[in-house]
């Protein structure tokens, strides 16, 4: 069964950093792309990161570029994303996602298939 798990998230002060894990199971991250998205109380789901494990192709939303870093551990089934200089708006539930793809990389949750349950990322003093 295919199932994705995030962990890494917490409390963090303003301009500290988290790194967000996303461990698969039930297949390998070979032609899949693995997305983060993230969504605040009140607000919509909103992509912040995504990566086509096979070519390697990466999207950043543009308030999280120069931040943010996503990457793959293929040996590891584990997708990360290292967040820095963490900001107060960034704080929200973030969700891991995967489906099958082929070139590039989707960018909008309706394309992606399978869902973790996420991971309450709280940036506050």
């Known amino acids: 069964q295919l199932q994705l798990v995030e962990s890494g998230g917490g409390l963090v002060q303003p301009g500290g950093s988290l790194r967000l894990s996303c461990v698969a199971s039930g297949f390998t991250l070979d032609y899949y792309a693995i997305g983060w998205f993230r969504q605040a109380p009140g607000k919509e789901r909103e992509g912040v990161s995504c990566?086509?494990?096979?070519?390697?192709?990466?999207y950043y939303a543009d308030s999280v570029q120069g931040r943010f870093t996503i990457s793959r551990d293929n040996a590891k089934s584990t997708v990360y994303l290292q967040m820095n200089s963490l900001k107060a708006e960034d704080t929200a539930v973030y969700y891991c996602?995967?489906?099958?793809w082929g070139w590039g990389v989707p960018t909008i949750d309706a394309e992606y298939v399978y869902w973790g349950r996420g991971t309450q990322v709280t940036v506050s003093s």
């Open positions: 990566i086509n494990v096979s070519d390697g192709t990466t």
């Open positions: 996602a995967a489906t099958t």
